[in-house]
């Protein structure tokens, strides 16, 4: 399970670069497209250290549980605003819900 765990915070991670160097110069609302790329991205690194880490760090764990959660509150409203048609057509949006899903169930667990 941990190494799961240790998949599915790399992919988000190296998700959220890839995505934040994607985001197009000419669209004008581009600094909040660039902000969710951020927000992606801090939430996989406290991910990441939770796993390297473990219970060795005070307040981590909830840290986690708080971003994972948050994020993972915005990709569904995410998907609920755009639309099922939409949704389907960005693959990534469901992909990275789900990987934040499966982020939050193993912030949740007992050895997290």
Same mark, same amino acid.
């Given at each position: ?9 790399? $992919?988000?991670?190296? %998700?959220? $670069? ?12 581009? $600094?909040?497209?660039? !902000?969710? &790329? @951020?927000? @992606? %991205?801090?939430?996989?690194? @406290? #991910? ?5 880490? !473990? ?6 764990? %909830?840290? &986690?549980? =708080?971003? #994972?959660? =948050? ?28 990987? @934040? ?6 912030? %949740?667990?007992?050895?997290?």
């Amino acid at each position: 399970m941990k190494l799961l765990d240790w998949l599915c915070a790399g $992919i988000l991670f190296v %998700l959220a $670069i890839v995505s934040s160097l994607l985001v197009p110069r000419t669209y004008t609302g581009r $600094i909040w497209i660039f !902000g969710t &790329c @951020l927000a @992606l %991205l801090f939430a996989s690194m @406290l #991910n990441l250290l939770r796993i390297r880490n !473990g219970p060795g760090v005070r307040g981590l764990k %909830l840290f &986690c549980i =708080a971003a #994972n959660v =948050a994020m993972l509150a915005f990709g569904i409203a995410l998907m609920a605003s755009i639309g099922r048609s939409r949704t389907l057509h960005n693959p990534q949006v469901p992909l990275l819900t789900a990987l @934040l899903l499966v982020e939050t169930a193993f912030s %949740l667990g007992k050895n997290a």
